[in-house]
C-alpha cells in the first residue's frame, strides 16, 4: 500500500545519517515506554467513543510497529516485512475452521484449537506460560483465570468464588487483628500479609471474573470516581479559603457525602 511504504520510507529517513537526533538515538529498550503509553492511549479514545482520537493513536501505535521493525532491519535480525509476513502466516494457521477444513461448534471451539495450536508452536509447558509476565497486575490475573478455566480448572458457579473472597478477607482480618493500632514491621509478618492481600485481590478478580465483569476496566472506573468526589473535596477547600491538609477528617466526609448526593 502507497501511504504504508511511505511511512517505511520517513522512519528510514529519520534513522538516516542526516535524519533525527533523537530517532537515531533509539533502540529496542528506549521504545519499551512509548509502545505502553500509546496503547494505553488508545484504549481511552475507545473509552472516550472519540473515532478521530482513536484514528491518531492507532496511527502512533503503527509508528511504533514500524520503528521497531526498522532497529530491527538495522541489526540485520528482520525487518518490517517479515513481521506482516509472520502476523499474517500465523493468523491463517490458528484459524484452520476459516483457511482450512476445520469445524468449530463455537466460540469455546475456537478458543480451544487456538490455545492448542499456541501450544504446539511454541512448546509451552504450560498453557500459562504464554502470558506476558509484564502485563497489568488485574489483566494477567483474569487472563490467567480464563486459561486456567478453559482447561476445566474454575468455580462452577460465582457462589464458589465469592466464599474464596470472603475466605482470604477472614485470612487478613486475622493478622489485622493482632495488630489493630500500628503498621507491620516485622518482615515475615509483613510479607504474608501482603501473600494474603495479594490471594485477596486475585480471589476478587475471579468473582468480577464469573460476574462477567472486568476487574481492570472496574478499578479504573472506581479510581475515576474517587478522583472526582476528591476533587469536590479540594473545590470546596478552596471556596471556604481553607488549605486541604489543614481540614479536619469529619470535614472532609461531610463534602465526600455532598459529592454522592450531588451524583459524582
Known amino acids: 500500500m502507497k501511504e504504508f511504504n511511505k511511512l517505511i520510507n520517513i522512519i528510514d529517513k529519520l534513522r538516516g545519517k542526516k535524519g533525527c537526533p533523537w530517532d537515531k538515538k533509539q533502540n529496542h529498550g528506549t521504545l519499551k515506554p512509548y509502545v505502553i503509553e500509546e496503547a494505553y492511549e488508545m484504549l481511552q479514545a ?8 482513536l484514528c491518531d493513536e492507532l496511527g502512533d501505535l503503527l509508528l511504533q510497529v514500524v520503528l521497531h521493525s526498522q532497529i ?12 506482516i509476513k509472520s502476523i499474517s502466516e500465523k493468523m491463517v494457521r490458528r484459524h484452520p475452521h476459516v483457511f482450512a477444513k476445520k469445524r468449530v461448534s463455537g466460540v469455546e471451539d475456537v478458543w480451544r484449537n487456538w490455545e492448542e495450536i499456541k501450544r504446539d508452536e ?4 504450560s498453557i500459562l506460560d504464554s502470558i506476558p509476565h509484564a502485563m497489568p497486575a488485574l489483566y494477567r490475573a483474569e487472563k490467567t483465570q480464563k486459561k486456567a478455566a478453559r482447561a476445566g480448572f474454575d468455580w462452577d458457579n460465582i457462589a464458589g468464588a465469592w466464599d474464596k473472597v470472603e475466605e482470604e478477607m477472614g485470612e487478613i482480618k486475622e493478622i489485622l487483628d493482632k495488630n489493630p493500632k500500628s503498621e507491620i514491621r516485622n518482615p515475615k509478618k509483613k510479607n504474608k500479609l501482603s501473600e494474603e492481600m495479594g490471594d485477596l485481590l486475585f480471589a476478587v478478580v475471579n468473582a468480577a471474573r464469573k460476574a462477567g465483569i472486568n476487574a481492570e476496566e472496574a ?4 479510581v475515576k470516581k474517587f478522583s472526582k468526589r476528591f476533587g469536590y473535596i479540594e473545590d470546596q477547600a478552596r471556596k471556604n479559603k481553607v488549605k ?10 461531610r463534602f465526600w457525602r455532598q459529592a454522592k448526593k450531588t451524583g459524582l
Open 122 to 125: 511454541a512448546e509451552y509447558r
Open 219 to 222: 478499578l479504573h472506573e472506581a
Open 46 to 53: 475507545i473509552d472516550k467513543k472519540d473515532d478521530k482520537k
Open 244 to 253: 486541604l491538609d489543614e481540614m479536619s477528617l469529619p470535614e472532609m466526609e
Open 72 to 83: 530491527a532491519k538495522e541489526r540485520k535480525a528482520f525487518s518490517i516485512r517479515d513481521v
